[in-house]
């Protein structure tokens, strides 16, 4: 399994309130993706990093902001959480842009916002 | 842009019989495809990928799929399921460029497999 670790796994929070996932990786890539995941609509891109302080938006950036730091770790913020993003949260990976490469998932966070 | 289409939310089969999950996309270009398998609870597990050449991929626990580009299909089989083969399958594909390669997922597909 590629080496990446998701932190919390789970989180309640109330509307309003900002939330931050963390995703840390040690197989030292360069490409880090947030995506969510809802019923229906399979995963969807979030905001990816292509290296550190490099990041673009995805398909649906609304409402989140991302920080990387450093190549292990890709920070997603959620500044003022609303119920719409009551989501699962996934992580992934991938070293570039080559065609063979595959994107790695973390285990993913829970997040509620009641 | 590109988009993913799984026609079935839901598929039940009995253990020993065959599997068959659709896949449809809408692209510009050739395109890159992945099937993923999700466990209830757990993250993404790469199944098969298509790139180019052989339009027939093997995967891991004995899936395969096929490409047939003039039906836009990527469908996934395989011939026997195992109990332990319930979980969801989402098929993405891929806009491949220098800044990342960003995913397109299909709503998946759940499947149930009976005694």
């Known amino acids: 399994d590629a080496g990446i670790t998701q932190s919390p796994r789970h989180k309640v929070t109330e509307t309003g309130t900002p939330v931050t996932l963390r995703c840390h990786q040690t197989e030292n890539h360069r490409y880090m993706y947030w995506y969510r995941q809802d019923p229906g609509h399979g995963l969807r891109l979030i905001h990816y990093?292509?290296?550190?302080?490099?990041?673009d938006k995805g398909e649906v950036s609304d409402g989140y902001s991302v920080s990387r730091s450093k190549t292990e770790d890709f920070l997603l913020t959620l500044e003022s959480a609303t119920s719409s993003q009551t989501s699962v949260y996934f992580c992934?990976?991938?070293?570039?842009?080559?065609?063979?490469?595959?994107?790695?998932f973390g285990p993913g966070t829970r997040l509620t916002v009641l | 842009a590109q988009s993913v289409t799984q026609p079935d939310i839901h598929i039940t089969v009995s253990e020993g019989a065959s599997l068959e999950l659709r896949c449809n996309y809408s692209?510009?270009?050739?395109?890159?495809l992945f099937w993923y398998v999700q466990s209830p609870g757990q993250g993404l597990q790469l199944l098969l990928k298509y790139f180019s050449g052989d339009t027939l991929v093997q995967g891991i626990k004995g899936f395969e799929a096929e490409f047939k580009r003039s039906q836009s299909s990527f469908n996934l089989r395989k011939p026997s399921v195992h109990w332990s083969d319930a979980a969801e399958y989402f098929c993405a594909v891929a806009l491949i460029k220098a800044a990342g390669n960003k995913l397109t997922f299909g709503g998946g597909t759940r499947v149930l497999v009976k005694p």
């Open positions: 692209y510009g270009a050739t395109p890159y």
């Open positions: 990093s292509y290296g550190v302080k490099d990041t």
């Open positions: 992934a990976i991938d070293g570039g842009g080559s065609s063979t490469d595959t994107q790695y």
